[in-house]
């Protein structure tokens, strides 16, 4: 017998379609691999020799449940650089991972039957947390005509008198859609005297290929309400080392950090001290990340508007692309698991992220040019078969 709410829970497809990845592979089958969102670099050498280095200099006890307070105070110092907030250490909380932040500042904002605002096609796990709540959740339909960005007149028909927290992310997953300043100002005029939270995911704010990154924590009366959530995984190549951090009100900041206190106790001390160096460390790898993901980008792009029936969106930031196929006739799920069966190519649904994903699929183009090159090759000659057939 399991608790009921466990039945509101969701999952990542991304893992699942792994997992049989994984074991035709097992069977002999050459698979590429473009589900995962995980960049294929290692990660900075700089970086490892800092966890080393606070290893053999006995960083391997417990740690305060907010985080060490060095390392909070390099995360302020960051976001104070990148987002132009005014943080100190109280304001930040790290945890095993950026996830943690969206599950416990949800956990300590939203009641049952208060209502969540969040991106859809979106990371799933937005919707999961809040149905894990018993929270409704209340999602914005991303348009491809709007470049998947999401503005005020998005947001404001969905609010009602229980919304209590609005989610939002750029550069996005799944669609690599960047939110542009302006539409940010107008997002914060339309929440200006409202009692709502606001949660910024901003875990690819680095991975951008035109303009600028924005938060709207950055702009007028915004930084007391918005939560900052960010981390190392994607930036750094650091996905297994398991750090992010949230930077928020300091009176919700003791909240989080209770609830750090209660599941974790608190982050691996000497993974904080590799995370510090990444921030005060040397910059290039990550420059050279992502104009080699700028790269794959633009071979992957175009090779899937190549292919007759496909349409694909040019993405701004992140490492997806989230091309439309509805003129292939194919429900989404259905052309997702016949490229992996079939094609030997591993790719999402787009309903992976929600309903308003049908019509579309996710490739994750952290992977080599010649790998990308061959996974659109095989999808354009298994739609040739498939047509030939019909």
């Known amino acids: 017998m399991f608790a ?22 097992r069977e002999g089958r050459d698979i590429v691999h473009l589900e995962i969102g995980e960049p294929d670099f290692d990660t900075p050498s700089f970086i490892a020799d800092a966890a080393v280095d606070a290893l053999r200099s006995g960083f391997t006890h417990y740690g305060p449940s907010a985080g060490d307070p060095e390392v909070r105070g390099a995360i302020a ?66 348009k491809e005509e709007k470049g998947f960005a999401v503005d005020a007149e998005d947001i ?17 997953n799944p669609t690599g859609g960047v939110t542009p300043k302006e539409n940010l100002v107008r997002i914060a005029e339309l929440l200006r005297g409202r009692d709502i939270w606001v949660l910024s995911d901003e875990v690819y704010s680095r991975i951008l290929y035109e303009g600028e990154n924005s938060s709207i924590a950055s702009l007028p009366g915004m930084e007391d309400r918005t939560i ?41 001390v000497f993974v904080q001290r590799a995370g510090m160096a990444a921030l005060r460390g040397p910059q290039q790898e990550v420059t050279s990340m992502v104009a080699e993901f700028r790269r794959r980008r ?27 196929v509805t003129k292939l006739g194919f429900e989404s799920r259905v052309l997702a698991k016949e490229l992996l069966e079939k094609g030997g190519v591993a790719a999402l649904s787009g309903t992976a992220f929600g309903a308003g994903g ?10 080599s040019v010649e790998n990308i090159e061959k996974a659109v090759g095989r999808m354009r000659e298994y739609l040739s ?5 019909r």
């Open 298 to 324: 633009d071979v992957i792009v175009d090779g899937l508007n190549a292919i007759p029936g496909v349409s694909c969106f040019r993405p701004k930031g992140a490492f997806y692309v989230f091309p439309n």
């Open 156 to 172: 404001e028909p969905l609010l009602t008198p229980k919304t209590r927290f609005i989610i939002l992310n750029s550069p996005h």
């Open 77 to 142: 110092e960051h976001v104070n650089a990148t987002r132009g907030l005014h943080a100190t250490a109280d304001n930040v909380v790290v945890t095993p991972g950026a996830k943690p932040i969206l599950f416990f500042t949800l956990l300590a904002c939203v009641d049952e039957g208060d209502e969540v605002i969040y991106p859809e096609p979106g990371f799933p796990i937005y919707e999961s947390v809040t149905r894990f709540l018993n929270a409704k959740p209340v999602p914005i339909r991303l």
């Open 228 to 268: 900052l959530l960010d981390g190392h995984s994607k930036t750094y190549a650091m996905t297994g080392w398991r750090l992010g951090y949230g930077v928020m009100r300091k009176d919700l900041a003791t909240h989080v950090t209770r609830l750090m206190t209660n599941s974790n106790s608190c982050t691996n």
């Open 358 to 367: 049908e019509g579309y699929l996710r490739f994750s183009y952290a992977n």
């Open 385 to 389: 078969g498939v047509g030939a057939a």
């Open 4 to 25: 009921k709410r466990m039945e509101r829970l969701g999952t990542e497809t991304a893992f699942e379609v792994l997992a049989r990845a994984r074991e035709l592979e």
